[in-house]
């Protein structure tokens, strides 16, 4: 079945540095999104990439999606404590398939 | 407020009872999905539904579960003979049909089942 790996599992960051989360699926994605989930809270969508290759900004964040559709990354530049969470990417290879959520990134970030 | 409701927000259940969860999605989205999710993992997907038809549901939802959207709104939840291991965060979550795909979803604040 479809997997969804995310790297790295962890990662703790001095306020100010910048972070990167990858995605890796096991098979070609028709979709990817991206969510936060705070602790103790539910996921948050943040977006979606369709097209391959496509590159999206919100603010300090930018998302790529690869141009296989198989892989896909999320970077925060200059991280501030609030983007402390846990961040998931999710795709679906299309059609009526299943939504797998990845594996998830637990950013810290110190102060 | 509109978002996406769930009750009862914790159960406390012991071994080998039956317990139905409730999902009360965004009014005007015609998907809704389940999932399960435990400490330190991602949501792991159960099911989803599309208006009141179930279009797809996961080789891990055994037979002791079963979900339900009878008029294309509410959907429930049932657990039977629940055991331990079925302890978990339950997180529900609508969409809107768009360009076909999976879209935005939007989450409930989850229940939180305790198995005994």
């Known amino acids: 079945g479809q997997q969804v790996m995310q790297i790295p599992q962890y990662q703790h960051v001095q306020e100010g540095e910048d972070f990167t989360t990858y995605c890796n699926s096991s098979?070609?994605?028709?979709?990817i999104q991206w969510y936060k989930q705070r602790p103790g809270g539910h996921p948050v969508f943040l977006i979606q990439l369709v097209k391959s290759g496509e590159v999206k900004k919100q603010k300090r964040l930018t998302f790529q999606f690869g141009e296989a559709k198989k892989n896909s990354s999320l970077h925060i530049t200059a991280t501030q404590t609030t983007d402390v969470g846990t961040y998931f990417c999710?795709?679906?290879?299309?059609?009526?398939?299943?939504?797998?959520f990845g594996t998830g990134t637990k950013l810290q970030v110190i102060p | 407020d509109t978002g996406v409701s769930q009750n009862p927000r914790h159960k406390i259940t012991k071994r080998g009872q039956n317990v139905t969860f409730r999902c009360d999605p965004i009014?005007?989205?015609?998907?809704l999905y389940w999932y399960r999710q435990t400490l330190g993992q991602g949501p792991e997907f159960l099911t989803y539904?599309?208006?009141?038809?179930?279009?797809?549901k996961s080789r891990l939802l055994s037979d002791r579960f079963s979900a339900e959207r009878p008029k294309g709104s509410f959907s429930t939840l049932e657990i039977q003979r629940t055991e331990q291991g079925d302890s978990a965060m339950y997180l529900c979550?609508?969409?809107?049909?768009?360009?076909?795909?999976?879209?935005?979803?939007?989450f409930g604040p989850g229940t939180r089942l305790t198995v005994l």
């Open positions: 979550a609508s969409s809107k049909i768009s360009g076909g795909y999976h879209n935005e979803q939007f």
């Open positions: 539904f599309q208006n009141e038809a179930q279009l797809e």
């Open positions: 098979t070609t994605l028709s979709n």
């Open positions: 009014s005007e989205h015609n998907r």
């Open positions: 999710a795709g679906s290879s299309g059609g009526y398939q299943k939504v797998t």
